[in-house]
C-alpha cells in the first residue's frame, strides 16, 4: 500500500461483491452493537474519527446513529475518496465534519502533536496493509488521539479462513499472528471488549468506564 491508497484496480478485486463485505453487508449490526456497548456503559460518544473510511458504509451509518458534535476522517484512496464528500457522509448540519485524502502515516506524523481527541476512533482493515515499523509509528498517536478505537484486522488465521470459505484472496494483506498484533497493541491499548479498544493514555482500571475489570486485557 502506498501512501496514495490503493487504486480503482484493488477496489474491483476486493469489493466487487460489496454486499458481503463485513462493515458493508451487515454494517446495521457493526453499528447496533458500538452503540450498545457504549449505552450500556454510560459512555457519551460526541465525536468520532475513520481512520480509512473506504466505501463510506460504516462512517456514515455512525454518523446517523450517534450524532456527534464533531467528525473527521481519512481515506487514502484518490480514486475512492473521491466518490464521497463530507456532505454524503452527514446526516444532518449540525455535525461539523472533514475529510482528508490522506493516508493514516501521514496522518500520525502531521498530528501527534496536537491536542484534539475523539470520543472513538474507527480503524477497519487498514493495518494488514501497513509494515510493523508503520503500525508502530501509528498506534502512539491513536492512543492520544482517541479514548476507544473500533479495531478490526485480519490475522493470519483469518487471511487464509477467507481463502478456503469465501474465496478471497487478499494479495495486498500481510500475514501476522494474533500473537503479533497483540504485542503491537498492548503497550498502547486495553481490549475491553470484542474488537473494542481503551486508549491507556486517557484510562488504566481505576478510572476506566468499562468496569468489569475481568475482561480487561
Same mark, same amino acid.
Given at each position: 500500500?502506498?501512501?496514495?491508497?490503493?487504486?480503482?484496480?484493488?477496489?474491483?478485486?476486493?469489493?466487487?461483491?460489496?454486499?458481503?463485505?463485513?462493515?458493508?453487508?451487515?454494517?446495521?449490526?457493526?453499528?447496533?452493537?458500538?452503540?450498545?456497548?457504549?449505552?450500556?456503559?454510560?459512555?457519551?460518544?460526541?465525536?468520532?474519527?475513520?481512520?480509512?473510511?473506504?466505501?463510506?458504509?460504516?462512517?456514515?451509518?455512525?454518523?446517523?446513529?450517534?450524532?456527534?458534535?464533531?467528525?473527521?476522517?481519512?481515506?487514502?484512496?484518490?480514486?475512492?475518496? *473521491?466518490?464521497?464528500?463530507? =456532505? &454524503?457522509?452527514?446526516?444532518?448540519? +449540525?455535525?461539523?465534519?472533514? %475529510?482528508?485524502?490522506?493516508?493514516? $502515516?501521514?496522518?500520525?506524523?502531521?498530528?501527534?502533536?496536537?491536542?484534539?481527541?475523539?470520543?472513538?476512533?474507527?480503524?477497519?482493515?487498514?493495518?494488514?496493509?501497513?509494515?510493523?515499523?508503520?503500525?508502530?509509528?501509528?498506534?502512539?498517536?491513536?492512543?492520544?488521539?482517541?479514548?476507544?478505537?473500533?479495531?478490526?484486522?485480519?490475522?493470519?488465521?483469518?487471511?487464509?479462513?477467507?481463502?478456503?470459505?469465501?474465496?478471497?484472496?487478499?494479495?495486498?494483506? *500481510?500475514?501476522?499472528?494474533? =500473537? &503479533?498484533?497483540?504485542?503491537?497493541? +498492548?503497550?498502547?491499548?486495553? %481490549?475491553?471488549?470484542?474488537?473494542? $479498544?481503551?486508549?491507556?493514555?486517557?484510562?488504566?482500571?481505576?478510572?476506566?468506564?468499562?468496569?468489569?475489570?475481568?475482561?480487561?486485557?
Amino acid at each position: 500500500m502506498t501512501k496514495k491508497g490503493f487504486d480503482q484496480k484493488y477496489w474491483d478485486a476486493n469489493y466487487s461483491k460489496m454486499d458481503e463485505m463485513d462493515g458493508i453487508g451487515n454494517v446495521k449490526e457493526h453499528v447496533d452493537y458500538i452503540h450498545s456497548v457504549f449505552a450500556l456503559e454510560q459512555i457519551d460518544i460526541s465525536s468520532i474519527a475513520d481512520f480509512g473510511f473506504g466505501t463510506g458504509h460504516l462512517f456514515k451509518a455512525l454518523l446517523k446513529k450517534f450524532i456527534p458534535y464533531k467528525a473527521y476522517g481519512i481515506e487514502p484512496s484518490n480514486y475512492m475518496f *473521491k466518490k464521497t464528500s463530507a =456532505k &454524503k457522509l452527514s446526516p444532518v448540519p +449540525s455535525t461539523k465534519i472533514k %475529510i482528508e485524502n490522506i493516508d493514516l $502515516l501521514t496522518w500520525a506524523r502531521k498530528k501527534k502533536h496536537f491536542h484534539k481527541r475523539f470520543d472513538l476512533g474507527v480503524c477497519t482493515s487498514v493495518l494488514q496493509y501497513l509494515s510493523v515499523k508503520e503500525i508502530n509509528e501509528v498506534l502512539p498517536v491513536l492512543a492520544q488521539r482517541v479514548k476507544y478505537l473500533y479495531l478490526t484486522v485480519p490475522t493470519d488465521v483469518e487471511l487464509d479462513r477467507q481463502i478456503a470459505e469465501l474465496e478471497f484472496h487478499d494479495t495486498y494483506a *500481510k500475514r501476522r499472528t494474533q =500473537k &503479533k498484533y497483540l504485542k503491537l497493541l +498492548s503497550p498502547h491499548f486495553t %481490549i475491553v471488549s470484542n474488537k473494542i $479498544l481503551e486508549s491507556k493514555v486517557h484510562f488504566d482500571q481505576k478510572d476506566t468506564f468499562f468496569c468489569d475489570l475481568l475482561y480487561r486485557f
